[in-house]
């Protein structure tokens, strides 16, 4: 591609923000030209509106952007959005009426009946359902990528699902970085766990019902299966780790599911999409991995970890699933996703 796509972040002066500008650092197809945030910032070099939040410094080619209102008018055809929930279901309807392909990491529109919750390896057909959107009388589209956790649960249970998944049992044990900046207070977090994240239990359930399911005749079906999730947060870093108990139809033997994972490949490695992991789910074979802290950066934070598949005394299965969730549950998740549109012929060269 002789001349990049210029592309804008909604909410790019916040935690998730940041992490799209620091994805986007050398992408060969997008290049980070337009910012927006709120009225706080809006007209402030973006150096001057926002305090960086992640390692390093603040990448030099965006520092002297000037921050835009929230608004559509000179923004570019791609935008990646990480606002405030409180204010992204307008705002980002707003760009998708003007013509704006809006690539969202908030919640607000995930679970709409015409708006795909993408994980490209698993769902990439879900595209399908587009063009209801037009309906809407939306020039433009929106897509979403689910919560953090719910995406380590989808791409571990992805390749499972030829064996007929019927019922999952999930606990996580969730990263500090999942809860934003500043987030829990250290004298809450330290050697302690918090067994509560606001709403994170009934998104996890919902959401996996419909990434799993299927898009046909123009609407989606939830995949038939219940979903119970536990959710806690933990005092690790970066890194969702997930213990996960699932049932099928009928049980597959340990080699089966060994062969499943390993084989497991998706729309994004066929098409060599630039941040796709080579293999999406990694299977590893020690008693005591993954772990966060050793494992959660390997393949750029895009891969899912699987280990510790074992009997199951109450469901058929057990294992253990991780995955990096500020980048393959946030900015790296959305950012597949625009490639995936890209390679589909949804965004203009
Ligand atoms: P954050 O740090 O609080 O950032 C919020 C962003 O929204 C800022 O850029 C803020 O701009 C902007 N904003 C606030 N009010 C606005 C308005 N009226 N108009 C336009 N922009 C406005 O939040 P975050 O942690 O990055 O989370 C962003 C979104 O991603 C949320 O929907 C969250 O649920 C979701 N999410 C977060 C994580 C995570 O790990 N933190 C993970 C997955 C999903 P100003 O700086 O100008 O106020």
Same mark, same amino acid.
């Given at each position: ?43 402030? &070099?973006?150096?001057?509106? +926002?305090?960086?939040? =992640?390692? *390093?410094?603040?990448? @030099? %080619?965006? /520092?002297?952007?000037?921050? #835009? ?9 791609l ?72 995406v ?8 499972l ?5 019927? &019922?999952?049992?999930?606990? +996580?044990?969730?990263? =500090?970085? *999942?809860?934003?900046? @500043? %987030?829990? /207070?250290?004298?809450?977090? #330290? ?10 239990e ?37 890194g ?25 490949r ?27 802290r ?17 009997d ?5 299965w ?32």
């Amino acid at each position: 591609m002789s001349q990049k796509i210029k592309v804008g972040i909604l909410g790019a002066t916040g935690m998730v923000g940041q992490q799209f500008i620091n994805f986007l650092q050398g992408h060969p197809w997008f290049e980070v030209a337009w910012l927006g945030a709120s009225d706080r910032s809006a007209g402030k &070099k973006y150096r001057d509106a +926002t305090v960086w939040r =992640l390692d *390093g410094v603040m990448p @030099p %080619g965006v /520092a002297d952007l000037v921050v #835009n209102e929230s608004k559509p008018d000179s923004a570019p055809q791609l935008m990646f959005s990480a606002m405030d929930a409180s204010v992204a279901t307008e705002i980002e309807r707003a760009f998708a009426e003007a013509g704006h392909v809006v690539v969202s990491n908030s919640r607000n529109h995930r679970m709409e009946p015409d708006v795909p919750l993408l994980v490209p390896e698993v769902n990439a057909d879900h595209l399908r359902i587009l063009p209801r959107q037009a309906d809407r009388g939306w020039k433009g589209r929106i897509v979403t990528n689910p919560n953090c956790s719910t995406v380590v649960l989808t791409m571990g249970l992805a390749p499972l699902k030829p064996f007929g998944i019927t &019922k999952v049992m999930v606990t +996580t044990m969730q990263a =500090l970085s *999942g809860a934003g900046y @500043p %987030g829990h /207070a250290s004298f809450d977090m #330290n050697a302690n766990v918090v067994p509560f994240i606001k709403n994170e239990e009934p998104k996890m359930e919902s959401e996996t019902q419909k990434i799993l399911g299927e898009c046909n005749g123009g609407a989606f079906q939830d995949h038939p299966m219940r979903v119970s999730a536990a959710c806690n947060r933990v005092q690790v870093l970066d890194g969702h780790t997930e213990t996960v108990a699932v049932e099928f139809a009928r049980k597959p033997s340990r080699e089966d599911l060994l062969k499943a994972f390993a084989g497991f490949r998706g729309v994004p490695q066929e098409r060599e999409l630039p941040s796709a992991p080579p293999c999406p789910v990694v299977y590893m074979p020690e008693d005591d991995r993954p772990q966060p802290r050793r494992d959660v950066n390997r393949f750029n934070g895009m891969s899912v970890f699987v280990g510790r598949l074992r009997d199951c005394p109450v469901f058929h299965w057990k294992f253990l699933a991780m995955g990096h969730n500020t980048v393959r549950g946030a900015a790296g998740a959305a950012v597949l996703n625009a490639e995936l549109l890209k390679s589909e012929g949804l965004i203009d060269a």
